[in-house]
Every structure is written in structure tokens, then in C-alpha cells.
């Protein structure tokens, strides 16, 4: 099943050249692992940062730091380390969370524990990420959520389930890579509830008062 | 043409060729003549986003060590030395600097899946006449797309970061990436 939303461009330089915001970065790494399209972009980005790094102007390297890299050579195994097999095969498992997301959540989908934060929605907030707020979210089938903007930049993934915006139907794989100007509401689709992981570098902005009323115990 | 271009000691051919005298051989000679050109590039670019001198001495020998290492899994159809060493020196930046534990082995996940799939389909080598068009194209982008790109690859900066320090909407910043982008991506599939 491929993915049919992609990361923003803007994203796929800002990832390239290691400035995305940390808990965007394990959003966008949770996509890119499913999704050989923006594997392709994120290599074109980096050959846009391989060529920026050759145009620079520099001098030889001395004879003292050549030195010290063929010391460092001395002390290396003279046989190269084999690869360490993938284990990237498993991702078929439908209850396997994508690898990105192993440090802050656990390997197991049905192994998560979900604190009730709102009727019909569930969260896990991961603790301890450096750059911005990283959560999973876990939304009841048919459920509407309060129409909200974003105050910087909002990377959403779906693990399973499903919903519809203005944006359009976004299901397993797909990311909502959204910015502060977009107000949307999203509608998850009967059956199975919606999971996702999503991350923002700025706070969520819900609008009108039973929106309001909701934020406190949204707790963005 | 072919030829003088061939001639170049950034020719994509020949940087391939050391890499593959680096794995089957452990060729020290040829791993001393990616170290002479690529060492003080990559220093260049760490210093500029403010690592300091002996740090990036360290993680400069920390690159050229993991490429040392790991020669075999350099695959030219799939992308040039510099951009795979600009990969390596980025991961290490995250990983030493930002103190983000858990970039390396996903970065070396992804790698995989690259690697497995450039082993499946026939993709088009990454040759040194891209890097020109691509070149070129940098240097033919608007000033402003031109100065973004620049403070993203080679100062680090986010989105918001950029927004604020030019005084510019973040909207706008991201459109005008988005521009400079597809530009580029463009020149890659130049004819």
C-alpha cells in the first residue's frame, strides 16, 4: 500500500539538511521508512547539500591532520564489519509501529497504554524530545474533531484507520504535512479507530468555545 | 567535451573508482585522495554551523573513518561521493551536536531500504554532468530562494528560525523552498 500524501518540499530540505525540528523529524523518519517516493526526494535534497558542500572554498588539510587519520587507520579491524542484517522486514506485522517511533513508543501497537484526554480521544505524549511535542493519538470511528489551525508546523502520520478533511482522505502511510495557515476538521471514517502520531513545533489553536472548553484537556 | 569532463578530478567515475579500490582493497592510497579533497570540505561545512575547531576535527576523522568502514555499501548508481559523504557528515552533525541518540540507526535503516532498492530497480546514475546542471541551477535561483536554501544546508536553520530572523511569514519562507525545490529537482532531470 503506498502512500499517496507526501511530505511538503519544504520539509524534505528542512530534514535533509538537519534542521527539522526533532519531533517533526521522527514523524517525517516514521514516513520516509514507508515510503520509497520520499525517499527519492530526500535523496534529491541531499545531492542539493552535497553540491552547496563541494562549492566551498578551502585549503589542502595539513600534513599533521593527515597524520592523525592514517593513525586512526592503524587502530581500525583490517577486515570492513559486515552490514548488520536488516530487520526492516517485518513492517508487513500491522501491529509493528514504524522503527523511528521504537524509542518513544514502543515496538507494539496493541501494547500501548492510551490515557483518555477527551471523549473519543485517546493520547500518549512522548517525553524527553528536544525540538517540539511529539504524541500519538488514538481518535473513536466517526468521530469530528474540533476545526483547529496551527500556530507553526503540524506532521501527522496515520498508523491505522483512517480520516477525511478539506485535504482529502488520508489512511495508512499518509502524512498531513500542514503549516499555521490551514484550518482544518478532521472526520475519522467509521470501523476501526484513527491512530496517528503527530507532531507540532508550536501549539495547536482551536477555535469557537466548545473548542475552547476542549483544549485544557488536549493539553497542547 | 566528454573527455575533459572525464578528466576532472570531481568526475563522478573517478571518486567511484577509489571507493571501489577502499572496499575490495583497502587501499590507503585511494582513501588518502577522498580524505586530501573531501576532509576540508567537510570541515568547512561543520564549522559553518558553528562547530568548534577540534570537535569538527573529531567528526570529520568520524566520517572518513565510517567511510572507511562502510566503502561497500557505497553505491554509485544511486548517489555521488559528495552527497554521500554530505549524508554521512549531516547524520553525524544530528547525532555528536543536537544530541539526538536515535538519528544514527534510523538514518542506517533508511540507508537499507535505499540500498535493497537501488539492488531491485534500475536507477539512473547520479553522474558529475547532474551536479553541474544542478550547480548551474543554484546558481540561477532568485536571490531570496537562493539565500534560504543556503541558510537551511549550510547553517541549519529551521523553518521558524529563518521566518523570524528575516522577518518573513512562515508561510512564505516555505513557499518560496518549495519554488526553489522543484527548480532544482528540475535541473536533475535536465535532458
Known amino acids: 500500500m503506498k502512500p499517496t500524501h507526501h511530505l511538503d518540499d519544504a520539509t524534505v530540505i528542512s530534514y535533509s539538511s538537519g534542521a527539522l525540528p526533532a519531533a517533526l523529524a521522527v514523524v517525517a523518519s516514521a514516513h520516509l521508512e514507508r515510503c520509497a517516493t520520499c525517499r527519492d526526494r530526500l535523496l534529491d535534497a541531499d545531492r542539493i547539500g552535497g553540491v552547496l558542500m563541494q562549492q566551498q572554498r578551502v585549503e589542502p588539510p595539513t600534513e599533521e591532520a593527515r597524520s592523525a587519520m592514517l593513525a586512526?587507520?592503524?587502530?581500525?579491524?583490517a577486515i570492513a564489519p559486515e552490514p548488520p542484517a536488516g530487520d526492516m522486514g517485518e513492517d508487513h506485522d500491522p501491529d509493528r509501529l514504524p522503527h523511528a517511533l521504537h524509542?518513544?513508543?514502543?515496538?507494539?501497537?496493541?501494547?500501548?497504554?492510551?490515557?483518555?484526554?477527551?471523549?473519543?480521544?485517546?493520547?500518549?505524549?512522548?517525553?524527553g524530545i528536544g525540538g517540539g511535542d511529539l504524541m500519538l493519538l488514538r481518535i473513536a470511528p466517526g468521530s469530528k474533531l474540533p476545526l483547529h489551525s496551527h500556530g507553526g508546523s503540524e506532521l501527522t502520520m496515520i498508523l491505522d484507520g483512517a480520516y477525511d478533511d478539506m485535504l482529502g482522505h488520508f489512511g495508512?502511510?499518509?502524512v498531513a504535512d500542514l503549516d499555521g495557515e490551514i484550518l482544518h476538521q478532521p472526520v475519522t471514517s467509521p470501523g476501526v479507530p484513527c491512530i496517528c502520531v503527530a507532531a507540532t513545533d508550536a501549539p495547536l489553536k482551536f477555535s469557537g468555545w466548545v473548542a475552547r472548553t476542549l483544549q485544557p484537556l488536549f493539553g497542547f | 567535451m566528454t573527455h575533459a569532463i572525464n578528466n576532472t578530478p570531481l568526475d563522478a567515475h573517478y571518486w567511484s573508482a577509489q571507493?571501489?579500490?577502499?572496499?575490495?582493497?583497502?587501499?590507503?592510497?585511494?582513501?588518502?585522495?577522498?580524505?586530501?579533497?573531501?576532509?576540508?570540505?567537510?570541515?568547512r561545512y561543520l564549522r559553518n554551523l558553528g562547530v568548534p575547531e577540534p570537535e569538527a576535527d573529531e567528526l570529520v576523522?568520524?566520517?572518513?573513518?565510517t567511510l572507511w568502514r562502510k566503502a561497500g555499501m557505497f553505491d554509485p548508481t544511486r548517489a555521488s561521493l559528495s552527497t554521500w559523504l554530505f549524508r554521512v557528515a549531516r547524520n553525524l552533525y544530528i547525532d555528536h551536536v543536537r544530541r539526538e541518540p536515535h538519528w544514527l540507526p534510523v538514518q542506517e535503516g533508511l540507508d537499507r531500504l535505499d540500498h535493497a532498492e537501488s539492488a531491485r530497480i534500475d536507477s539512473e546514475p547520479e553522474s558529475s554532468l547532474d551536479?553541474?546542471?544542478?550547480?548551474?541551477a543554484i546558481d540561477r535561483l532568485p536571490a531570496i530562494q537562493a539565500k534560504l536554501v543556503r541558510m537551511c544546508y549550510l547553517e541549519s536553520k529551521s523553518h521558524s528560525e529563518i521566518s523570524s530572523e528575516l522577518d518573513m511569514p512562515l508561510g512564505s519562507v516555505k513557499s518560496s523552498l518549495r519554488r526553489a525545490f522543484a527548480k532544482l529537482q528540475r535541473s536533475m532531470r535536465a535532458p
Not at chain 1, 106 to 127: D, E
Not at chain 2, 61 to 65: D, S, T
Request: aromatic share 10%.
Open chain 1, 72 to 77: 586512526r587507520l592503524d587502530i581500525e579491524p
Open chain 2, 61 to 65: 576523522q568520524e566520517a572518513l573513518l
Open chain 1, 103 to 127: 524509542p518513544w513508543f514502543g515496538h507494539s501497537m496493541r501494547a500501548l497504554r492510551w490515557r483518555r484526554v477527551a471523549p473519543g480521544v485517546q493520547r500518549i505524549r512522548a517525553t
Open chain 2, 19 to 43: 571507493m571501489s579500490a577502499v572496499s575490495a582493497q583497502r587501499d590507503r592510497a585511494s582513501f588518502m585522495r577522498i580524505y586530501d579533497h573531501f576532509a576540508p570540505l567537510l570541515k
Open chain 1, 172 to 174: 495508512p502511510g499518509d
Open chain 2, 131 to 136: 551536479q553541474d546542471f544542478l550547480l548551474q
